[in-house]
T-cell receptor
Framework: GENVGLHLPTLSVQEGDNSIINCAYSNSASDYFIWYKQESGKGPQFIIDIRSNMDKRQGQRVTVLLNKTVKHLSLQIAATQPGDSAVYFCAENLYTGTASKLTFGTGTRLQVTL | NAGVTQTPKFQVLKTGQSMTLQCAQDMNHNSMYWYRQDPGMGLRLIYYSASEGTTDKGEVPNGYNVSRLNKREFSLRLESAAPSQTSVYFC?????????????FGSGTRLTVV
């Protein structure tokens, strides 16, 4: 079946630098995409989302970009902080008409160095 | 605090034993989900319940059963545990039928089957 994948399993960045985490998806029918942050021992935490009719959305220090032409999603974190260290997952949502179903990528570990 | 509550947080089972993982949400969400997360992998959908009274299989349903007890509660049962079911299990909930705001996840149940 179609799935969501990630280009980089681990990303190390220096505190204060910008981070870019990438994700490839393959289901062109997906209508909604979400980035989650997961800290050790905790459940995934919603960061930011974007609908398929948009190509960019900004939050506080985070920006998600969607390129439907190449089926690519990215998460940009500005001025990365030690508290940003975690595993980041992209997920694509497919609404079936009765329920939404999220398919997750394998995750990218972000390591912030001082 | 509003959210998704899972019990227990940790569990060790012997092969062949049965157990039920409990999940409750207090956000009045209609849809609830069970995922498993294996080391180095993303979350995979086991079962979901679009609304009270309905349940459907996800990506990896074999070896599991679910019950949507009421709108708040969605339980996951392992009838005869196997070592392959060693994993971290996450329950999640979302708004009616469409993940407008993404899913809200519980903190997980770490299950080891020996």
């Amino acid at each position: 079946g179609e799935n969501v994948g990630l280009h980089l399993p681990t990303l190390s960045v220096q505190e204060g630098d910008n981070s870019i985490i990438n994700c490839a998806y393959s289901n062109s029918a997906s209508d909604y995409f979400i980035w989650y942050k997961q800290e050790s021992g905790k459940g995934p935490q919603f960061i930011i989302d974007i609908r398929s009719n948009m190509d960019k959305r900004q939050g506080q220090r985070v920006t998600v970009l969607l390129n439907k032409t190449v089926k690519h999603l990215s998460l940009q974190i500005a001025a990365t902080q030690p508290g940003d260290s975690a595993v980041y997952f992209c997920a694509e949502n497919l609404y079936t008409g009765t329920a939404s179903k999220l398919t997750f990528g394998t995750g990218t570990r972000l390591q912030v160095t001082l | 605090n509003a959210g998704v509550t899972q019990t227990p947080k940790f569990q060790v089972l012997k092969t062949g034993q049965s157990m039920t993982l409990q999940c409750a949400q207090d956000m009045n969400h209609n849809s609830m989900y069970w995922y498993r997360q294996d080391p180095g992998m993303g979350l995979r959908l086991i079962y979901y319940s679009a609304s009270e009274g309905t349940t459907d299989k996800g990506e990896v349903p074999n070896g599991y059963n679910v019950s949507r007890l009421n709108k708040r509660e969605f339980s996951l049962r392992l009838e005869s545990a196997a070592p392959s079911q060693t994993s971290v299990y996450f329950c999640a909930s979302s708004e009616t039928g469409f993940a407008t705001y993404g899913y809200t996840f519980g903190s997980g149940t770490r299950l080891t089957v020996v």
